[in-house]
């Protein structure tokens, strides 16, 4: 036929794992090529990164591609194994206990904490009697149905099983078709590859705790072993109760009240209140400084991007407005040369140990500036790694105390001069305030990573790429070096705001969006993309110049 184009689509394609490529069938589908090809592994493998895209075992190859296999020892393959089992219980919840209620919260240490609303008082059978079917669904190898419906049909689904959350973030999404996924009772939104059956799932635990249970997962990494025994989280639970209570007093739980408190346009109220509660919180520490007569020395620590410099900043005010002088010293300066700094496991320096500060000197210095007398403070060259030769004298007089923050502020190995009667502790969490729905968490290391994306990208000269590819080491020092201490603290200060992610989204997606499609940070580019789009848009201008947030976007009264 004249003009008309002959399509010659090969039945075979080539998919590259390692070195090997294999030629198989198009369409035929993750778990199948596994089972034939790699029979070893495929028992383990979770999921796969099909094309630099993270994909289920049910999809379908359709096109000539490299594929890796993803199993728990990847975060890909561990957010797998962790949104199976909420699905899991979610539907064990609703089986053993019908028309109860499942609120995902907070995560703590390798577990997810889950508000069970029973209409009476939880108990250890309950709890048990979870966990029991859960095991069940494992033993039957049941199926995860997934399935994608139009955006009309997923709101009256989930309108008429209750799932009222859900039905109305669904509204305000600018979606055509809705990812679902049910085990026969509860439907629930899908906003992660899950696995196909149960059979993936090997160790677990549901504990009771507080009024709610935690769903613990496995160590990193081992998925076949027994999880660990559950560390004390008294003061990170506390934090939790108040973003709780303060979501419940704003109107604003999940990403469907906050859209619909933008579309009604009542944002710039929501972001005053928030702003206002974030200032008592430090109006609060400040008073309880000085309230500590014998308090020479405040320590604040936090993870990347939890908004330390911001509250220092702050604090100081507020300590000056109650009549205190406080000076800033900044540990940074006391960094060892760069050819002393210790090395990790890949031979690359290791900034986040201890060990790259020199602690003999800090602590000399803490020691003689208690003492009254004046310390010549060394001033440390990022940009060459090494000291320069001009110090900064600094001296505390009668009724003045010193301020540092730093990821290490609550290790005591930090201050060891210092007794203990002569220090305030603060911890910087940034715990999530909104979930996605009832079912669905946001997780807690995300606000971070997209605040640190967006700060690198406008003030660093770092990609999105970049700190996508850095984010992994940041992450492990934090788990050494700093979730262990945080219950240490004597305050524990949250400095997510409910409404931060409608504004970040407003920057953070162009940045992610220059990812290219061939980069290995393009898997977690996509996601990070995905989540924001659950998101009606917030310009910045109503967020204040004093907020932690402008230490990101910009516009700080503050100078950094």
């Known amino acids: 036929m004249s003009g008309s184009v002959a399509l010659n689509v090969s039945p075979t394609i080539e998919v590259k794992v390692g070195e090997q490529v294999f030629s198989i069938s198009r369409g035929t589908r993750v778990k199948a090529f596994l089972r034939r090809y790699l029979p070893d592994i495929a028992g383990d493998v979770l999921g796969a990164i099909v094309a630099n895209q993270l994909t289920d075992l049910e999809t379908p190859i359709a096109s000539s591609c490299e594929l890796t296999p993803v199993t728990f020892a990847s975060k890909e393959g561990a957010r797998i194994y962790r949104a199976t089992l909420t699905v899991m219980l979610c539907e064990a919840v609703e089986r053993v206990f019908p028309g109860a209620k499942v609120m995902v919260g907070q995560s703590f240490g390798d577990g997810y904490f889950f508000d069970v609303h029973l209409g009476r008082q939880l108990t250890a059978d309950d709890v048990q009697a979870i966990e029991a079917e859960m095991k069940a669904m494992i033993h039957r190898k049941e199926a995860l149905a997934t399935f994608r419906v139009p955006k009309l049909q997923a709101v009256e689904v989930l309108s008429s099983l209750g799932s009222d959350t859900s039905a109305r973030l669904v509204e305000t999404l600018r979606w ?47 998925s076949d072993e027994a999880p660990d025994p559950v560390r004390n989280h008294t003061t990170l639970y506390a934090a939790y109760v108040r973003a709780r209570e303060f979501n419940e007093k704003v109107g604003i739980s999940t990403v469907a009240d906050l859209n619909q408190s933008i579309i009604s346009g009542r944002i710039g109220e929501v972001i005053r209140i928030a702003e206002a509660a974030h200032e008592r919180r430090v109006i609060t520490i400040a008073d309880a400084v000085a309230a500590k007569k014998d308090c020479r020395l405040v320590l604040l620590a936090g993870p990347s991007s939890s908004g330390k410099t911001s509250t220092v900043k702050r604090l100081r005010m507020q300590l000056m407005a109650i009549g205190l002088r406080p000076k800033v010293l900044s540990v940074d300066n006391y960094y060892v040369d760069r050819s002393k700094t210790p090395l990790d496991a890949d031979g690359e320096y290791d900034f986040e140990c201890i060990e790259a500060i020199d602690l003999p000197l ?91 994306i967006v700060r690198d990208r406008m003030y660093r000269g770092y990609s999105a790429a970049r700190t996508i590819h850095m984010w992994p080491k940041v992450r492990a020092g934090e788990e050494k070096w700093i979730f262990p201490f945080q219950e240490q603290a004597d305050f524990m200060f949250n400095s997510t705001l409910v409404y931060e992610p409608a504004v970040l989204k407003m920057f953070a997606e162009r940045f992610l969006m220059e990812v290219p499609v061939s980069d290995p940070a393009f898997v977690e580019a996509s996601r990070l993309l995905e989540f924001l789009d659950l998101f009606v848009p917030v310009f910045g201008g109503d967020v204040p110049a004093t907020s932690i947030l402008r230490e990101f976007i910009g516009g700080s009264a503050f100078e950094y």
């Open 176 to 222: 055509s078709w809705v990812p679902l996924v049910t085990m026969g009772k509860k439907v629930l939104l899908s906003f992660h590859p899950l696995l196909p059956t149960t059979e993936g799932i090997q160790q677990f635990r549901v504990e009771l705790y507080r009024n709610g249970v935690l769903l613990i997962l496995p160590p990193p990494s081992r």
């Open 362 to 452: 800090l602590n000399e210095h803490l020691e003689m500036l208690l003492a009254g007398q004046e310390v010549q403070m060394p001033r440390y060259s990022f940009f060459k790694g090494v000291r320069e030769e001009v110090t900064t004298p600094v001296q505390l007089e009668d009724g003045e105390i010193l301020l540092m923050e730093g990821i290490h502020g609550l290790n005591d190995r930090l201050t060891e001069s210092v007794p203990d009667h002569h220090k305030m502790r603060i911890y910087m969490s940034a715990l999530t305030q909104l979930s996605i729905d009832h079912q669905n968490r946001i997780f807690t290391s995300d606000s971070r990573l997209i605040r640190r």
